[in-house]
């Protein structure tokens, strides 16, 4: 279903829903440890692996309960990938179509009030749909976002564990507060627990050297030209949200640069990316940079991919999370969004960031709907230059553990748990 409808269903007709079901009396919790809990985490794929070490603890604290998670079906083998619940315990929604998504929207209602729910994990950032889920699964307890003293994000007041959500903490951290509020509490805020100083981080998964091999067997067959050369990997594309892409001139610039120090250049995507990549590759004029998009025929392929790429570029979006999970360095190019919120929980992930004064503009109050007119400087400032210059510091281990490369002077990051993303750096800088 198209981004601006899912937000029109969800003001228009979430808000009075809301409204209704705050009306409904909710039942008293069942005495005793949590026997099941719901996650609802409905966002992109990138948000499952930020959201890995809040399904780790539960299990720690509540290691008895059933877990199950609601996703779209298109994040399905993400969330399997991590195996951090039972393949059976993954429920999905289909929201290719709005008379789908109300579909299974219906049949996950009438198991889970079959099967009963003791809690719900709402992981949306104030979106009403989960919110509205939640309710209507029966559980007596839902732990989820509330606006407190906000005027706006209005979901209802049936949330019986609300959570703050603080825009200076990373969004991997209040996961984690939204597990801690299903044990309650006194007093407002109900999770007041500290953020540790040491960051979050994800261990990566485990892949058959054997898979490894047969796919970039089958892979230089394909494209010769990338066999005996280091391979960069660069998704161009902007995904959902277009606004999050880095200039294609500076892409062209950043692939030339790369190609004349004598690597391989691989252009990942979806296959909705395909003109953008080809348009690339011709730019490019060499028989080393191949059109990838749509090559690998699962999330599982393009993990393998990145085992053994020396470096991965991206925008802001589900690879650069991806990229936590397998050995690869990531360049992540950040500007709407702030990597202080959503960077990859990775110390190999390095993300260039301008804070200009508009920027992030991309954020849980305004449903991710920028007020931007299209110019999105925050990313054309960052050059094709300093994007080779980074891409160059990567490739020949420059840079040592975590790093967050701002394209302009050193600015105050936050308080030091904020630095778990690294320290801020000046490009340009030595």
Known sequence: MDLIWQRRIDRFLGVPLCALLSLWPRPAPRPGPLRHILVILLSE????????????????????????????????????LLEVIDPSDILTLDDSSGGRLLRDALGVLRRLRREGVDAV????????????????????????F???????????????????????????????????????????????????????????????????????????????????????????????????????????????????????????????????????????????CADLTGYTRSVRELLLLFQRAALLVTNDGGPGQFAALTPVPALVFFGPETPLLYGALSERIHCLFEPLACSPCLTAYNHRNSPCDGDNQCLKRISAEEGLRWARKLLDRNIEGGGMAHAGPPVALGP???????QAVKVGSD
């Open 45 to 80: 794929m990138g948000s499952l692996v930020l959201a890995r070490p809040m399904f780790e603890g539960l299990r720690e604290r509540h290691p008895r309960a059933r877990i199950q998670a609601l996703v779209f079906r298109k994040n399905r083998e993400m969330l399997e």
């Open 121 to 144: 994990i709402d992981c949306e950032l104030f979106a009403r749909v989960s919110a509205l889920l939640g309710r209507l699964s029966g559980a007596p307890v839902q732990a989820g």
């Open 146 to 288: 509330h606006r407190h003293r906000q005027e706006g994000l209005y979901r209802g007041g049936f949330i019986n564990r609300p959570v703050l959500y603080n825009p200076y903490v990373h969004i991997s951290q209040q996961y984690l507060d939204l597990a801690a509020a299903l044990e309650g509490g006194p007093g407002a805020p109900l999770v007041k627990r500290p953020i540790p100083a040491a960051p979050l981080r994800v261990t990566p998964l485990d892949f058959p050297e054997g898979e490894v091999a047969a796919l970039f067997e089958r892979l230089y067959r394909d494209f010769p030209g990338l066999r005996g050369r280091r391979l960069v990997l660069i998704y161009p594309g902007g995904g959902l949200l277009p606004i999050r892409a880095w200039p294609s001139k500076h892409y062209a610039a950043l692939i030339r640069g790369l190609l004349d120090d004598g690597l391989a250049i691989g252009l990942i995507g979806l296959p909705q990316d395909r003109p953008l990549a080809r348009d690339l590759v011709g730019a490019s004029g060499s028989r080393h």
């Open 416 to 422: 030091p748990g904020a630095k778990g993303l690294g």
